[in-house]
């Protein structure tokens, strides 16, 4: 079968765009096309970071959340010109199929879909199933997930564990060394780390948060004195003064950025990481097989990020710790145990080695293609 087109919707925030732009990169990389269409109020932005990958993309009319009663008028008009404009892309692009990577931004590029005869695919990045994707879940010819999913019974149709579209970058350097990455920083940022010496990475998930830049820079600031490590830190945006005043005067942390792109090698260097539990992070501990200690944030919709850290947390792979129980003191003991023993530390890596899914837009595209293609 020749490759796909495929239109992929997958607006709302970064964690449904950006697995959604890893899959039409990897389709397009293979010789298929792909269409972003983007109706969340981040569209304009998104649409041109896929520009820069050299993925086309739409902004559909902006379509707010269903946040009550005051937003239903809003929210209404939106997905009512989305679902337009949503129609007249896909009767230019002919798709084979509509990909829709989770939240109500997806709507109108659905309901579009389903009014063309195009068939549906859903994907979602978390281990419960989001309210959208549950509610599509009956007009999709297959709802296909990141892990094993704990509300598997709201859901209707086929459902198939494809895992985490990682970004390419990542895939390709998922089996890079603790010595290269070291290496590799060392060049990158003019840092002198030392393999020698325990590594942790920290950072709070994309916009950074407060337990990360303040509370464990304290506990962090107790164990130098009885202990060697060395810390990674990635503090969010705009929060590069505030953590560097949380670690106050000692040498730590050995690098630290507001964020960087070259998650391969933090991620590659890292004995120990220090983080939230999105989908996409969580995803690729396990793809760089990364001992952790995850603590969820907790406002996520329906809690969804405790049941992420579950899945890494469940199979011996990681510490989960609630947000509400983040002291320095209890942050402090904890990674005093854990650094203690080295060797625990590399048997947890592996345990979250056994659980990553390699090239899971590969696989979702093969299973999309599979159900396009006609039986025999
Ligand atoms: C607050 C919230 O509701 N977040 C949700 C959002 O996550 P969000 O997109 O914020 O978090 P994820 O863990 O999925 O992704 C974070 C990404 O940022 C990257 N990174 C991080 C720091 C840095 O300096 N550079 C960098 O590239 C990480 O490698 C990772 O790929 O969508 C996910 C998938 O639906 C959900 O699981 C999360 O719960």
Redesign the pocket.
Known sequence: MPELTLAITCGG????F?PGLSVARVLQKRGGRALLLLSGTNAARQKSIAASFGVPAVALPRMPSPRGIGTLFEFGCGALGGYHAARRELRTLRPQALLGM?SFTSLPAILAARRSGIPVFLHD??ARVGKANRFFSRHAKLLATAFPTCNAEKCRGELLVTGMPL?PELEQAAGITRAEAIAGLNREFGVELDTAIPTLLI?G???GASIFNETVPKALRKLQEKTEFQVLH?AGPKKLAEVRDAYGDVVFPSLLLE???K?ELFLGAADLVFS?S????VA?LARFGKASVLIP?PY??EN??YD?ARVLAGHGAAELLPNAECTPERIERLLAGLLAEPERLKQRGALAAELARPAAAERLLAEIATRLSPQP
């Open positions: 925030t970064g964690g449904h950006y989770g990045g978390n970004r950072f998930g994309s916009q990635l964020s960087s792109e998650m939230r999105g989908g996409s992070t690729e944030y996520a919709a969804h990020q992420n």
